[in-house]
């Protein structure tokens, strides 16, 4: 089978996968669709384990009805595989998404489900069937390598410019939350260690687990902030400042704040892969004039 011939299944195969998502999503319109997004509470909360990974989140129990019998239903996330929640307090409101007749299969998240979220399948699918169609375009046409710099380079920077708008606003809504937010007294409750393997030499990382409570009487769990990721161990029990936002109290840093904003940090490198992704752009439109 030639080249040519395998860049057209790729493409075909893409193209039907963005389908196949399309109609996914659509069909959360019908009255029995094939993934339900329904609202639940987290009914307990669990100290993780030391060797857990942090990026699992907490080990939380969340209630929720499925719609399609009307059935209460109690589970527990596990190993993130349900998806992660880093704070987190029983009554805590959450939405689930699982496959219709799969409620194990859940996944919980702490806002509802966004267009994009929903859509993100079939545009993905979509992106990767428009690439392995330029991918064959240049391979036919003078000038080829000049069309796959300014196809590569445009569609990365447009992509990187729209995340770069997305954290832009994270870190905005984060900061105005926190601005002028009360201060309270947490206590490191547990340490996620996380082994680093290098030739013969084994590094730890650990991450504290806080626990505080709010005016307002919640009682919150969450994983550190930036700042209590460690190479040094922090004893369970050390009392720490933190302050938190009563609109969401999932969002809490120390006061006042230590290291970097990891946000920033995430910007920054945004910023530097879109100004690359415009020079490989300026070269391809360069090579096709």
Known sequence: ????????????????????????????????PVEYSVDSRVVQVDVPPPDTD?????????????????????????????????AAWEGMPVWVR???GEPSAFRVQTRPVSLGQQLVGALSAAVLCAAVLLVRFTTVQHHSYGWALLGFGYGLTVLLACACVGAVRR?????????GAPTVTAEVVSLMREAHH????????????????????????GIGPAGLTRHDDIPVGTRL?????????????????RGPDPHRTVIAWIA???AWGAIVTLFGIHAVI
């Open 241 to 257: 400042s933190v302050r938190y936002s009563p609109e969401d109290p999932t969002t809490f840093d120390f006061a006042p704040p």
């Open 1 to 32: 089978m030639s080249g040519n011939a395998v860049l057209l299944l790729l493409a075909a195969a893409f193209g039907a996968w963005a389908l196949v998502q399309a109609v996914w999503y659509a069909t959360g319109f019908t009255s029995d």
């Open 272 to 274: 530097v892969t879109i």
């Open 171 to 179: 870190q905005g809504r984060r900061r105005a939350l926190l601005d």
């Open 98 to 100: 699982f496959p219709s």
């Open 54 to 86: 942090h990026r699992h989140g907490l080990p939380v129990a969340v209630a929720f009805q499925d719609p399609s019998n009307g059935q209460e239903l109690t589970l527990r996330t596990a190993d993130g595989k349900n998806g992660a929640l880093y």
């Open 198 to 221: 290098n030739e013969e030499i084994t590094t730890y990382t650990y991450t504290a687990v806080l626990a505080f409570t709010t005016h307002e009487g919640l009682t919150v769990t």
